[in-house]
């Protein structure tokens, strides 16, 4: 078992969609939460196997697309300060703001530094005592684990440089946003698999419930996607609704209780605001009042307001899965990965990005 | 930062925060922390999410899905 060529045998890709097939009475719109399972969908053309009754909707699921731009904005101020090293993972480089990018901040002179980990970025302050170490700490529930060991590292070592600019977002209250909005679509999501893992699932009956929404744990291989789906599909053609875990190798009903106890020591529950979708009560991760020292919005001023640039660019509206990228009158002409415009485009995980790569003669064909 | 593929452990070292292992992702190997999964041995499959292994994959469960989906057109009505 490797788990991966298994997952993606045409055999198995294509009894899933025969299935599915069989299954399908009724229209569904059906909204894939994450960034990587969209790209999965694009490249391997998934859409194009599934009847014409089921629509997939593309979620909020990119933390890069999902990180306001007032974030954006003060990860660039910090760079720019003198004695700072700002580290980050390398999908943040290019995220828009008005002109600016952390691409440029570095080319005029800030200490910008890619990082696979933020463990990695630790080690950068344990070797430069004489500098300020900030990791861009974004992301899901699937990167909080690995920054709330940075942070315990840190405080281990009794390292007194080293902070954590904090955008954490969470997905069960964003689906439940999603939910809440009166021209509401969706009919049932697949949940991100790997954020299931680390949560567990025990946060989505309460919304299933209230809603009437099939929501299915599920994997990111063609086959696990549209097993995901056809579970969905089920679900909603009995007229049940109820929390499925299909992507049972990785998700445990618990999740994973080592990480979500460390998370817990270090973080706390906070609202959070979400590009696209504003301000969503219980949404995010902030540093508790044990690690306050660790937070570099306490260190270098809080994160304020967003100046409104209208750049044309509806991102806001394909995070929420109410518009597609080819939508959108930029796509693939003025607003490309070279030269992107809104996030959904900078970001390899982003809508846009995947469309474009996988549209008609675009580089990523793989069927 | 969110494409996770499963990587095979090909060894560990250090313990509790400290405890990471060599990963092998498909010929590529990086290092991992394996703090927040304890019970993952050499020679387990796990996901790796920003350079620390976030689960382990379990191969019965794994090997019971391909099952199911091997079984569904041999039937010809939707099981349930
Ligand atoms: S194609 Fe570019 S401008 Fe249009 S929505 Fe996507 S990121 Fe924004």
């Not at chain 2, 292994?53 to 091997?70: F, K, P, S, V, Y």
């Amino acid at each position: 078992m490797r788990y991966v060529d298994e997952f993606r045998a045409v055999d198995s890709v294509q009894r899933l969609a025969e299935e599915i097939r069989k299954t399908t009475i009724q229209h569904w719109s059906v909204m894939e939460v994450c960034g990587g399972q969209t790209h999965a969908i694009m490249r391997y053309g998934l859409q194009e196997l599934l009847p014409e009754e089921i629509t997939l909707l593309h979620g909020p699921g990119c933390p890069v697309c999902v990180t306001p731009q007032s974030y954006i904005d003060k990860a660039i101020e910090i760079a720019l300060l003198p004695d700072v090293v700002f580290c980050t993972f390398g999908d943040m480089l290019r995220v828009p703001s008005g002109d600016s990018d952390l691409a440029q901040a570095k080319a005029r002179g800030g200490d910008v530094r890619v990082v696979y980990s933020p463990v990695d970025a630790v080690e950068v302050a344990r070797v430069n005592p004489d500098k300020d170490v900030v990791f861009f700490a974004v992301g899901f529930e699937t990167t909080a684990p690995a920054n709330a060991l940075a942070v315990r590292r840190a405080k281990d070592e009794g390292l007194t440089n080293f902070s954590l600019l904090v955008s954490q977002v969470l997905v069960p209250p964003a689906l439940l946003a999603l939910l809440s909005q009166p021209d509401c679509r969706i009919d049932a999501f697949l949940a991100a698999g790997h954020v299931c893992a680390v949560a567990g699932l025990d946060a989505y009956h309460a919304i299933a419930e209230k809603h009437h929404t099939p929501i299915v744990a599920t994997g990111f291989e063609p086959a696990d996607i549209l097993r995901g789906v056809l579970h969905a599909v089920r679900q909603l053609e009995a007229g049940e609704a109820f929390v499925e875990n299909s992507y049972e190798r990785a998700v445990a009903q618990q999740g994973n209780k080592t990480a979500q106890a460390l998370m817990m020591e270090i973080f706390e529950i906070a609202p959070k605001e979400w590009r696209g979708m504003g301000v969503i009560p219980a949404s995010g991760l902030a540093l508790n009042a044990a690690h306050a020292d660790f937070d570099a919005e306490r260190r270098f001023g809080a994160i304020g307001a967003a100046p409104r640039r209208d750049c044309g660019c509806i991102s806001g509206a394909i995070l929420q899965g109410v518009k597609r990228p080819p939508d959108c009158p930029r796509f693939a002409t003025s607003c490309t990965p070279d030269n992107p415009i809104g996030v959904t485009m900078a970001s390899m995980e982003g809508a846009c990005s995947a469309y474009y790569q996988y549209r008609e003669g675009g580089s990523g064909h793989e069927r | 930062m969110c494409l996770a593929i499963p990587g095979r452990v090909l060894d560990i070292s250090g313990a509790a925060y400290s405890r990471s292992a060599r990963v092998d992702f498909g010929g590529v190997i990086k290092e991992a922390s394996l703090a927040l999964a304890p019970e993952v041995q050499i020679g387990d499959y796990v996901i790796v999410h920003a350079g620390v292994a976030i689960t382990r994959l379990d191969e019965e469960a794994a090997q019971r899905t391909l099952d199911e989906i091997a079984n569904l057109t041999a039937l010809d009505q939707a099981p349930d």
